[in-house]
């Protein structure tokens, strides 16, 4: 009789098709539900919750790992125990650590790492930015790339050298090479050539004030995500990717965008 790593007994459990009351939920690489009590022996351990709903695991597609590379503020374990504690059963890193993922014997290491400190399941969207590469990380079993449009000026955190690309010439090859993969491109869309302009008028001003940095993500009604997406979306009806972006202003505000 197979073995089973986990045994959920005589809870409601939440599936597509709705709840499903007092049945048993029965894990080894997949789950499956059925009345499983007496038929098979659990290798690792079971759980009763009679009357607790069992709801399935979410999946958290955009998280900054800090590990490596920034561990004072958290490492893989912290972070996944926070994943954890709110019901995160998948968390996916992206690319800004140190060194940054952007060949496969950096994501190799990374992985290898994450392995022995990961209380949850979990991966890594590598950076997309170097094109001989993609092919190769695209096998070693990564979801999805991400590429930033945005560089830090006077700085070089959050958005590190190597992880972003703003000649378009060198961003529609990326596209390109991403899209023979089939894998997912992720992009933080930003116009650095109008983002300079605008950000430097401040400092002419001799404002280089937190407010300004924002004030000037924000001007001309928001210009520089505009351009940006629009660039993005022309690409991908080029190339036909798989294309995410998300955006970020400053007000607070974030979403993602996923064209058909």
């Not at 790992?65 to 374990?77: A, C, I, S, V």
């Not at 990961?118 to 999805?144: M, Q, Y």
């Not at 560089?151 to 955190?157: L, Q, V």
């Not at 928001?222 to 351009?227: E, F, L, P, S, Y």
Request: overall charge positive.
């Amino acid at each position: 009789m197979e073995k089973l790593d986990l045994l959920i007994r005589d809870g409601e459990v939440w599936t597509p098709g709705g709840c499903r009351s007092r049945r048993s939920g029965a894990s080894r690489k997949s789950c499956r539900l059925g009345k499983t009590a007496g038929a098979a022996g659990v290798r690792r351990y079971g759980h009763q919750c009679q009357r607790e709903k069992i709801i399935p695991g979410l999946v958290d597609t955009h998280t900054h790992h800090r590990d490596p590379g920034f561990t004072h503020k958290e490492d893989l374990t912290t972070a996944t125990m926070a994943a954890a504690a709110g019901g995160v059963t998948l968390s996916i890193g992206m690319p800004n650590v140190n060194p940054p993922t952007t060949t496969v014997e950096r994501f190799r290491a990374l992985i290898e790492d994450h392995k022995k400190k990961a209380i949850v399941d979990f991966n890594h969207n590598p950076s997309g930015t170097v094109p001989e590469e993609l092919a190769g990380l695209a096998k070693e079993g990564c979801l999805a790339f991400k590429i930033f449009m945005v560089k830090d000026t006077g700085r070089d955190y959050p958005h590190m050298p190597g992880i972003g690309l703003h000649n378009h010439g060198d961003l529609f090859r990326s596209f390109e090479e991403v899209g023979k993969t089939g894998l997912p491109l992720m992009v933080h869309p930003h116009d650095q050539d109008l983002m300079d302009e605008i950000e430097q008028r401040y400092w002419k001003r001799g404002d280089h004030s937190p407010q300004a940095y924002a004030k000037a993500y924000r001007d001309f009604d928001g210009i520089i995500w505009d351009t940006a997406i629009a660039t993005l979306f022309r690409f991908q009806k080029a190339v036909g990717n798989k294309l995410a972006h998300h955006a970020y202003d400053h007000s607070g505000r974030f979403g993602y965008a996923a064209p058909g």
